[in-house]
């Protein structure tokens, strides 16, 4: 049996039963036998029916969509942390809209702005960059989250990697290792940059290093850690080890590495922040800081879900980090 355009009512009549019980089962209420509610959706199998999703969100006052905004898609830590947003949000039976900002604050401003009209249920900011002011406006509208970021607004929930902890492990990780002349890649104004470069301040002053120190200027893509690391060995103390601020720039630092006939890690360890996807495959085989992305996606999804059920007080989790040993670090010769 089929109908171009089946109804509530067509189901009813193919099941025997009445409207309003294939209403409480397209509800999922729990009040309707096994035996009605299989005959109820065998029913509309049949038929190919589906409810009215936007019916039944304006009579629940939601849409149950979450906006979520990427700063930077082209980053592979946050494509794989919407990928753990959209399986915690399809857990609670959330659908999820992705926008990016392209690294542009203004752009990112554009997609929230966009969402905000699409009347989302609330919005999910993953290393956001545009300015706490709008990100607070923003939150008179619908409740938000920042992820990667963290924020200090009373109306705003976030959760973040302990970035300094992270950074002072990558560190130590390299003067355990035997590393003295170790550099630093920072990111210049991406999300924890500031925060990973003062603990490999910390970290080296700590060790007795300070004379060691130097920071090359870099940006949070490959091509950041390629200029960075050229810099960096023209100079007159070339490092023995680097640390860069995230993956995709100790991506950049390994292809130079290369460039100039070095061979990793026994010429020169690289040590990266994010373990993303790409740090796990074999020809790169990246030791990083896991900032538990996919942990730092379920919590944002979870403190969303508790202010919509009525949660006011803010909550800020603090996730902590962990070295993941591979192959592009070693002994110092």
């Not at 038929?47 to 930077?72: E, M, S």
């Not at 794989?80 to 900002?101: K, P």
């Not at 900011?125 to 970021?149: C, F, N, W």
């Not at 990558?170 to 550099?183: D, F, N, P, S, Y």
């Amino acid at each position: 049996m089929s109908n171009e355009h089946p109804t509530i009512h067509d189901v009813a009549k193919l099941a025997g039963v009445s409207k309003s019980l294939v209403s409480l089962v397209m509800r999922g209420a729990p009040q309707v036998s096994d035996a009605r509610r299989a005959a109820v959706k065998k029913a509309a199998a049949e038929l190919g029916y589906r409810p009215n999703a936007a019916a039944k969100h304006l009579v629940q006052g939601r849409t149950f969509v979450i906006g979520v905004v990427v700063a930077d898609l082209h980053n592979p830590f946050y494509a794989d942390m919407v990928d753990s947003i959209e399986q915690a949000a399809t857990r609670a039976d959330y659908r999820i809209l992705i926008g990016s900002g392209f690294q542009s604050p203004d752009r990112e401003a554009v997609a929230v702005d966009t969402f905000l009209q699409l009347r989302v249920d609330g919005l999910i900011l993953t290393g956001s960059t545009i300015p706490a002011s709008d990100i607070e406006k923003a939150a008179e509208t619908v409740p938000v989250v920042l992820a990667s970021r963290s924020s200090t607004s009373d109306a705003i929930d976030s959760v973040v990697v302990d970035d300094p902890a992270g950074a002072i492990m990558a560190v130590e990780h390299l003067i355990q290792l035997g590393h003295r002349r170790i550099a630093h890649i920072h990111g210049g104004e991406g999300s924890g940059a500031l925060a990973r470069r003062e603990g490999y301040e910390r970290a080296m002053a700590a060790a007795g290093l300070g004379k060691h120190v130097i920071s090359e200027p870099g940006r949070h893509i490959e091509q950041g850690g390629m200029d960075a690391t050229r810099l960096l060995l023209a100079g007159r103390h070339r490092p023995t080890a680097i640390f860069a601020s995230n993956d995709l720039a100790a991506f950049g630092a390994l292809s130079v590495a290369k460039d100039h006939g070095l061979k990793v890690p026994e010429d020169l360890s690289v040590i990266g922040f994010d373990n993303t996807s790409m740090s796990r495959i074999a020809a790169i085989d990246l030791t990083t800081i896991d900032q538990r992305g996919s942990d730092q996606a379920a919590a944002a999804v979870s403190l969303l879900l508790e202010r919509l059920e009525g949660r006011t007080e803010t909550r800020r989790i603090v996730v902590e980090p962990n070295l993941v040993r591979r192959s592009t670090t070693a002994m110092a010769r």
